[in-house]
């Protein structure tokens, strides 16, 4: 039997990742080499009806690598710094 999205969500922590659109795509669209084109990997992630729980996965879990819930490490890194800025604002109050 074939579980549905909520279900995975709601069972384990990584089974949205049968749900993503990038299953079964060409790795290497999600961890070019320095300097290559994301935007198709980024075009595959945009569609995706999992991509905000994978971009979480990839925040939380540091990913330092690759293309995941659309956003490169760069663009995951300022998120992370943002929340942290957040976090120690409310430790502070």
Not at 52 to 78: D, H, M, N, P, T
Request: net charge positive.
């Amino acid at each position: 039997m074939q579980r549905t999205l909520i279900e995975a969500l709601a069972v384990d922590d990584l089974a949205w990742q049968d749900f993503s659109s990038c299953r079964g795509a060409d790795a290497d669209l999600f961890f070019p080499e320095r300097g290559a084109s994301t935007r198709k990997a980024k075009s595959i992630c945009m569609a995706c009806e999992v991509r905000v729980e994978c971009l979480e996965f990839a925040i939380v879990s540091g990913e330092k690598f690759g293309i995941w819930g659309g956003l490169s490490e760069r663009e995951r890194r300022k998120i992370r710094k943002e929340r942290s800025i957040a976090a120690r604002r409310r430790e502070a109050v």
